[in-house]
């Protein structure tokens, strides 16, 4: 395992190499956090992959976790296009923008499909997990999946809200019932997913800028990002991952498998949105398969 950074305009880029990207072995897989603005320690049950000489790269996106922080920068700073370039500027960094799959999970989702919409010539495969290709469609979902909460919780999500308070402790409680329901699943959450939320917790710059207070209460600038009218003009072969119960619902998964040419789909049924912990084994086989196949 190595780490390192990679300078990005002024700024550095911190990454996680598991495996050797030397060794000439199956086309490494580059994997990008959601969020906006959460970390890459989530996603480390991926690192699994590299069992069979497959390098995985994780990295924190810029403005998150060990890359350069900067909470003094706006919305005009904090784009989906800045983003896109800090991938191929690590690609490049790391010399493997000639091959490569790359794994996309929530909002790295909507990154990993601007990313391949860009036609890099290196890119073998993609893996769409717990995503979505319209973020006003992913809100709608993730509200008519809040109308199940019980009455008093989303009474106090509603209060908050309306009051502008969605930075009360009772607020984030709130969010927490719906997060164990569609979020992560297990009785007790992984470390790695605790360490996530306190590391966003700490600097919610990003988050706050493009998404907003929730899950569901959407207000910042990527509100109404979408790639439906794109999706025909991806043309590598796509996995799309998901879990029954998932904030990143089935039905937000049929425009991806529709419109995208070549795609298959796996839907995890005992998990939310984060399977690589909920079903950990049967998410890394179907990910491990679709990689192989595509090397």
Not at 138 to 144: D, T, Y
Not at 268 to 291: F, I, K, N, Q
């Amino acid at each position: 395992m190595t780490e390192g950074y990679a300078g990005f305009d002024d700024h550095r880029t911190w990454y996680r190499v598991v495996g050797d990207l030397e060794a000439g072995g199956p086309a490494p897989l580059v994997v990008l956090h959601g969020g906006p603005g959460a970390v890459h320690d989530y996603l480390l049950p991926l690192g699994d992959l590299a069992q069979d000489g497959r390098a995985v790269v994780f990295y924190d996106q810029l403005g998150s976790g060990n890359s350069t922080h900067l909470p003094e920068r706006g919305a005009e700073f904090w784009t989906v296009e800045l983003f896109v370039r800090e991938l191929a500027n690590l690609l490049d960094h790391l010399g493997i923008a000639e091959r490569y799959h790359v794994l996309g999970q929530s909002w790295g989702g909507f990154l990993a499909q601007e990313h391949a919409l860009t036609h890099p010539p290196g890119l073998l495969a993609l893996v769409l997990s717990n995503t979505a290709a319209s973020f006003p469609d992913f809100v709608s979902e993730a509200n008519r999946l809040r109308a199940g909460l019980p009455p008093d919780v989303e009474a106090t999500l509603r209060r908050h809200e309306a009051a502008g308070t969605t930075d009360d402790p009772e607020y984030e409680e709130a969010c927490i019932v719906f997060y164990k329901r569609h979020l992560c699943r297990l009785p007790e959450w992984p470390e790695e997913v605790d360490r996530t939320f306190a590391k966003l917790a700490e600097d919610p710059t990003v988050y706050h800028t493009m998404n907003g207070p929730s899950e569901f209460h959407v207000i910042g600038s990527i509100r109404d990002w979408q790639s439906t009218d794109r999706l025909s003009q991806i043309d590598v072969p796509t996995l799309v991952i998901s879990g029954r119960y998932d904030e990143a619902t089935p039905a937000l998964q049929e425009p991806l498998v529709a419109r995208i040419p070549q795609t298959e789909q796996v839907i995890l049924e005992e998990s939310s949105h984060l399977p690589m912990w909920e079903e950990r084994e049967a998410y890394l086989a179907a990910v491990g398969d679709w990689l192989r196949r595509h090397d």
